[in-house]
């Protein structure tokens, strides 16, 4: 009768490498997929602040991003363009190690109002007086936050190059879901 050996870390597989080596590889080509299928896919990310209430709440729901719809291959029949009213994930114009989730209100070749809220009474008034108008540059996008009396947007920095849009987002997921379409 012939005892089995009780295998350790160190053991000589069949293949010659030590078994530690063999599950280091295999954790390593996991990782390496989990990260392509997050960055090229789909992703779930954080969304905070108040800057999109009521649509995403402030406390932190979670939503679920793709870079696909907007940046894949042209001759792939899903690929669309921008359009108003997408919620998209960009690279904030003022810190461009930090996102941020905004709604796309304007395109290329739009005619925005800089601040369209209106006072009321007198300084409805003077607010139609002091209108600013911008017209959107080819290549960018104007971005808002859908609580425009707390949020840092296009308003602030100005339209945002296509460039730092980084994905659309599709659903947000948390206790009540709701599908962006």
Request: net charge positive.
């Amino acid at each position: 009768m012939s005892r089995r050996v009780a295998s350790s870390p160190f053991t000589i597989s069949r293949f010659g490498l030590p078994r530690s080596l063999i599950f280091a590889r295999r954790f390593l080509k996991l990782f390496a997929a989990v990260g392509l299928f997050t960055t090229t896919i789909f992703e779930i990310r954080a969304c905070d602040g108040f800057s999109m209430m009521p649509t995403i709440n402030w406390k932190g729901d979670w939503v679920l991003t793709s870079p696909i719809p907007y940046w894949s291959p042209s001759w792939l029949p899903f690929k669309k363009q921008i359009s108003r009213g997408d919620v998209v994930f960009a690279a904030s114009p003022t810190d461009p190690r930090a996102t941020v989730c905004k709604r796309v209100i304007g395109i290329a070749g739009d005619i925005i109002e800089v601040d369209p809220r209106r006072g009321e009474g007198l300084a409805r008034k003077k607010r139609m007086e002091d209108r600013t108008w911008v017209t959107i540059p080819k290549g960018q996008v104007w971005l808002a936050g859908d609580n425009t009396s707390n949020s840092t947007d296009s308003r602030d920095y100005g339209p945002v190059p296509l460039a730092m849009v980084h994905g659309q987002v599709l659903a947000r997921v948390s206790r009540q879901t709701k599908v962006y379409r």
